[in-house]
């Protein structure tokens, strides 16, 4: 499966975004786990938010709760990440991966597919 992810950008601290990634290829999308992850510079990969095959459990990492929001669309092979009341640390290249399993995980290495990234970043 390859994905694609889009909706990066430049916004001001305490802006939103809307991250949006899509599947195509050979797939069965609704047969992955679906999650977010974001890296910024000098640091690892770490989890942002996965969202169940259904789309009917979500998971986000502890710092983020409240402000991201993950959804998919499993008829159009999408998953979107809404970021709202951003902050300067939220800073980074966000990454889409699918993660071809019953239960979310928030292990980078589980996931078996990336998308390439986007950037975003937030200015205060």
């Known amino acids: 499966v390859q994905l694609q992810a889009s909706g990066g950008g430049v916004v001001q601290a305490g802006g939103s975004l809307r991250l949006s990634c899509a599947a195509s290829g050979r797939t069965f999308f609704n047969t992955y786990v679906m999650g977010w992850f974001r890296q910024a510079p000098g640091k690892e990969r770490e989890f942002v938010s996965a969202i169940s095959r259904n789309g009917g459990s979500t998971r986000y990492a502890d710092s983020l709760k409240g402000r991201f929001t993950i959804s998919r669309d499993n008829a159009k092979n999408t998953v979107n990440l809404q970021m709202n009341s951003l902050k300067p640390e939220d800073s980074a290249v966000y990454y889409c991966?699918?993660?071809?399993?019953?239960?979310?995980?928030?292990?980078?290495?589980?996931?078996?597919?990336w998308g390439q990234g986007t950037q975003v970043t937030v200015s205060s």
């Open positions: 991966a699918a993660d071809q399993t019953i239960a979310i995980r928030t292990t980078a290495l589980y996931y078996n597919y």
